[in-house]
C-alpha cells in the first residue's frame, strides 16, 4: 500500500428504521448528564469494524457481505451503559441473542477473509447514544423494538477520515 492507495473507513452494522431512529435519538437527548447525542443519522448497531482500509479491499467486503446469510434477529434495547475510556454512553440488549452473535462472528469472519487484520474484542452490542460524556447517570430505559433482517456497510467520512455517513451497499437489498 503507498501513501496514493484510496483508503475508505468502513463499518458492518444493523441501521435503524426512521421510526427506531426517532426513537433513539430522543432517548439520546433525554439522557441526564453531560456529551453530546450522536447525530440521529448516526445511529446504528456495529457488527464489524474494518476500519480504514485500501478502497479495494471495500469492493471485496461487499462481495463477500452478499453471501452471509442474515437472519431475521429480534432485539430488544433496554440496557443503558457507558463505556468510559471513549466516554460513550449507549442502549443495548440486556439479553443478546445467540442469531446476533453469530451474524458479528460471520461479518469478522468475511473481513479477515479479505485481508483485513480485526481487533480480538469481545462483541459487546450496543447503539452510542451520547459521545464525550464524563459524568455518568444509570438510569432505567423504556425498552425499545427492533426487528432487523437487514446488514450494511457504511463508510464513515472521506479518504480515511471521520465524517458523515454513506451506505455503500446494504444486504439483503432493499
Known amino acids: 500500500m503507498t ?7 468502513v463499518f458492518l452494522a444493523l441501521w435503524p428504521d426512521d421510526v427506531l431512529r426517532g426513537r433513539l435519538s430522543w432517548l439520546a437527548r433525554q439522557l441526564e448528564g453531560d456529551g453530546r447525542p450522536v447525530p440521529a443519522e448516526h445511529l446504528h448497531l456495529t457488527l464489524a469494524f474494518p476500519g480504514t482500509v485500501p478502497a479495494g479491499v471495500v469492493s471485496g467486503l461487499i462481495a463477500r457481505m452478499r453471501s452471509v446469510e442474515v437472519p ?3 432485539l430488544r434495547l433496554d ?3 457507558y463505556f468510559e475510556r471513549p466516554r460513550i454512553a449507549w442502549v443495548g440488549p440486556s439479553e443478546v441473542p445467540e442469531t446476533l452473535v453469530e451474524l458479528a462472528g460471520a461479518l469478522n469472519g468475511i473481513c479477515a477473509e479479505a485481508g483485513v487484520r480485526m481487533e480480538q474484542r469481545p462483541f459487546r452490542p450496543h447503539v452510542s447514544l451520547r459521545r464525550g460524556v464524563t459524568r455518568f447517570q444509570p438510569a432505567r430505559v ?4 427492533w426487528m ?3 446488514i450494511v456497510l457504511v463508510e464513515s467520512g ?3 477520515h471521520p465524517g458523515p455517513y454513506r451506505i455503500l451497499a446494504s444486504h439483503p437489498r432493499t
Not at 3 to 9: E, V
Not at 142 to 145: S, V
Open 79 to 81: 440496557a443503558l451503559g
Open 72 to 74: 431475521a434477529i429480534r
Open 3 to 9: 501513501p496514493d492507495t484510496p483508503q475508505q473507513r
Open 158 to 160: 472521506k479518504g480515511g
Open 148 to 150: 432487523t433482517d437487514r
Open 142 to 145: 423504556p425498552p425499545l423494538d
